[in-house]
């Protein structure tokens, strides 16, 4: 049975317990190698990080002092070996380690797998790939965070602010721990099922491990299989993880993502009025335009005597069909001409005419055309000329 005792305070306890951790000689100046995680330096010059392994973590802070003595910038992923002591921040009552040197080991296995996958999906084009276009007015939006984070609530009051009645479906999910990549995947996909036209994925701010479900291999492929553009807005605008390499759109904190989700509906139903204006005031002006070149129409002496148009149109008919029988003679004289021409060079040719002059010809009985020194005495030849022929003998003297 529990009996009563003196009753401490809590920062009696928490006293207590710090010197109990402070107590232990060996905590005071030791070794420890671990990973970098969540590297924050403060504008006084003190440097914030955690120490984590694959199985623990621990929270660690650099003094300026010491700051002062490092030869390279911290950052998340280094795998070091920092001197320091163990402590009790009372006023948090956590245990921390009290960071004096820090030596570089190289990078941890955390970062390599995920420096490995970063080059393993810019390889496959994930990060390259056509990015959608976010719809200049949606018919709903989905937002896929924890349902009771900042991130959740800034959303929304944008959203109520930016255009009041805009439909808003919320996935809940968890942002952090092993189960939340799985979580926010199934998210994704889930769109597919509802109207909305794009998504924002976000969560607040966080370590470099807090942010880890964002760097799942399975969170970034579906954002890429998800059926409607995706906004990511995760952490701070200084914190980059797949995620905002594969979303169609990054926006730095999820009430920027807000911003660039939905319009402002004042300023859309403004600019909707002046579209509306200057389409009334060129209807006014194209009617005012036509209303005068009907005017002039009317005003036109062949709209007014109908008959002198159709007289007009006939005479100019008439005048085009006697232009072109004269152009239709002209071209049969032309070829007429040409016709006789090559009668008479055709003529001049003919053997006939020649004759028809007084010309004759001679051939032998068998009608072998001879000239006059191919002619033989005592031979019979036959001499034609233009009406007849006759048969006769060359006798010498």
């Known amino acids: 049975m529990i009996q009563d005792r003196t009753v401490l305070r809590v920062s009696q306890l928490v006293q207590a317990i710090r010197h109990l951790v402070e107590g232990v000689p060996d905590w005071q100046k030791v070794w420890v190698e671990a990973e970098l995680s969540g590297v924050k330096r403060h504008s006084s010059g003190h440097w914030y990080f955690t120490l984590k392994d694959d199985t623990a973590q621990l929270r660690a802070v650099m003094f300026r002092r010491d700051a002062a003595g490092l030869t390279m910038p911290l950052k998340d992923g280094m795998q070091v070996q920092v001197l320091g002591r163990v402590g009790v921040f009372e006023r948090d009552g956590q245990t921390q380690f009290y960071v004096n ?17 970063t080059r393993k999906l810019a390889a496959e084009g994930v990060f390259s790939r056509p990015k959608r ?63 909305v036209d794009v998504v924002i994925l976000g969560r607040g701010g966080g370590s470099k491990e807090d942010l880890r479900a964002f760097n799942d291999e399975r969170v970034v492929r579906a954002v890429v299989q998800c059926p409607v553009p995706v906004i990511s807005a995760v952490g701070h605008e200084i ?41 009334k005031a060129a209807l006014a002006q194209r009617l005012k335009w036509e209303s005068r070149r009907l005017s002039g129409w009317v005003e036109h002496g062949v709209l007014r005597r109908p008959e002198q148009l159709v007289r007009e149109a006939r005479v100019r008919l008439e005048r085009l069909e006697e232009r072109a029988d004269r152009g239709w003679e002209r071209r049969n004289a032309d070829e007429r001409h040409r016709w006789e021409r090559i009668q008479a060079g055709l003529s ?6 020649t004759l028809e002059r007084g010309y004759a010809y001679v051939t032998t009985d068998s009608g072998q055309l001879v000239t006059a020194t191919d002619v033989a005495p005592d031979e019979t030849y036959r001499v034609h000329w233009y009406n007849g022929s006759h048969r006769m003998r060359r006798t010498d003297g």
Do not use: C, K
């Not at 001049?348 to 005419?353: A, I, K, T, Y």
């Open 348 to 353: 001049g040719l003919n053997p006939e005419s």
């Open 239 to 279: 914190d980059t993880t797949l995620v905002d390499l594969a979303a169609d759109l990054r926006a730095p904190t999820p009430s920027a993502a807000a911003e660039l989700a939905v319009p402002e509906r004042d300023r859309l139903l403004a600019w909707q009025n002046t579209l509306w204006e200057r389409s």
């Open 133 to 195: 276009r976010v719809p200049r007015l949606p018919r709903a939006i989905g937002i896929i965070t924890s349902d009771t984070g900042a991130a959740r609530r800034d959303i929304e009051a944008v959203v109520a602010r930016r255009y009041p009645g805009m439909p808003v479906r919320l996935y809940p999910v968890l942002v952090q721990g092993d189960t939340a990549p799985t979580a926010v995947a199934r998210a994704l996909l889930a769109v597919s099922a509802d109207d």
């Open 101 to 117: 040197a820090v030596r570089d080991v190289g990078t941890g296995r955390a970062q390599q797998l995920l420096e490995e996958l």
